[in-house]
């Protein structure tokens, strides 16, 4: 797995290596687990409280490094 950004310290952002389509990302931090789709931005599991925005906005600016990371190592 890979830690694309740290949020407030207590939160990252995954990108796992070895993982089941479709393409996305895991918010994890304390016992938080968000997978977020990264074609649509929806989201599975509860967001910790003031973040949803924060992280969304960081991985739109971020989604095509995130889409080559991903199809890199899911072929």
Known sequence: MTTKERFRDKYRLELRERDHGPAHVHLVGGEIDVIIYLDSLLSEGTWPKGLRQEVLNW?????????????????
């Not at 991985?59 to 072929?75: A, F």
């Open 59 to 75: 991985i739109e600016q971020h989604r095509t490094q995130l889409m080559e990371d991903w199809k890199q190592w899911h072929p």
